[in-house]
């Protein structure tokens, strides 16, 4: 009789504790849903819950409705432990409550009624062609003096790699041939400099040294001040021009430090051949470009979500002509969708399944985990490989994400980023308007 009861009391407890955890999961991610949610205009969205909730929403004039409940003026209270679906109408915004068991509150959510963004996607390589900001220092070394002794100048002023070198002796510095002509006019006096280091700007001074080797004044530090390399166009908007690619920011192959953009454009790209990936090691698409020929726009910034500017020449998709919606985040799904991506002379469109979403409140990369499942593309790079950042992700006709990264481990897999952060970091708002932004820091 002992033994039964005590069984019955464990089967009890256990009951109890998984009960209680499903519904602290439930809560937690409940609670981690965004304080602002985005709906396209006319679209409805559900958000499934099953804890006990109450309902208390105040509506802009014929804004939302909540499972076909008008909300409009002083706004409606009810009990569910239903899904709740929003159906929009019109741009505004509504505010809703949510109380658990209708006592304790734990979600004030902001619904906001967005207008829809439409954009044309990309999939065309393109050559990049960025110029810094200054100059950017990539390694600091000993510069030996006319007098056989070793100095390190930039050390001495503190100087750090990774830093960017903006202004030498009060002339705004503008690549590394014109860092040497001002050094030389120096004649090894001290003299003052101005750097970035992230968004810091600092001041400092430097006693440039003669060098033994070859007589010219130097200050110990390797400076580079333009980069060049292959990716793929994300999107771009015809009326505005705006585009943006690659989905991640362009770092120094040196310091691993996003490059700060003081102008740059991109170029028809041809595809002059590819290395498959392989485990281990990641596959490549080497492009071909000229510099002053077929130029396509101009880049304004360079961001942790890819490069951004304007077209100087519209080109055209074959697989999309017109402009397609962009999704919001919580409107992608796990399954089928397609890519666009150059791998031969065009564009083509291959079929992809988007095995994980990160369901993230907030820009952030890395929100969904893709894998190739289309063989003809197996066959031709074995996967995902560099030079396809940025490759438009379709899913049920909507601009859902991009490609960014590709799993050292397995090339048939990597992750892409939502296509409403890269909207959002863009010079779109959500009229599909060019408006004014700052260039990135």
Known sequence: MRKWRRAVLIALFLAVAVASATVLYDIYSFISMPQEYLIVEGEEQTLDFKLPLKIHAVSQEGTIKLNGLDITGGGIG????????????????AVIEFKLFGLIPIKRMTVSVVPPVKVIPGGQSIGVKLYTQGVLVVAVAEVTGIDGRAYNPA???????GDSIIEINGIKVRDAEHVIRILENSKGEEIPLVIK??????????????SHEDGKYRIGAWVRDKTAGVGTLSFFCPETGNFGALGHAITDVDTGLMLSVE??????????????????RPGEIRGIFFEEQNKLGVIEK????????????????PYYPEPIPVAMHQ??????????TTVDENVEMYEVEIQRIARQSYPEPKSLIIKVTDKRLLEKTGGIVQGMSGSPIIQDGKLVGMV???????????????????????????????????KAE
């Open 331 to 340: 409107q992608v799904k796990e399954g089928s969708a397609h890519i666009l």
């Open 404 to 438: 960014t990264h590709v799993f050292v481990n397995d090339p048939t897999r990597g992750y892409g980023i939502f296509a409403e952060w890269m909207i959002y970091n863009s010079n779109l708002n959500q009229n599909g308007d060019a408006t004014e932004v700052d």
């Open 197 to 210: 280091r992230g968004k810091q700007t600092l001041n400092k001074t430097i006693k440039p040294v003669k």
């Open 263 to 280: 102008e740059g454009e991109i170029l028809e790209s041809r595809v002059a051949s590819i290395q498959k990936g392989e485990k281990s």
């Open 155 to 161: 050390v001495q002023a503190g100087i750090a790699v």
């Open 302 to 317: 360079n961001t942790e979500f890819g490069i951004y500017g304007v077209m100087s020449k519209i080109i055209e998709n």
């Open 78 to 93: 009810f009990i569910s432990s239903k899904p709740l679906t929003i159906q929009t109408s019109a741009k505004g915004s």
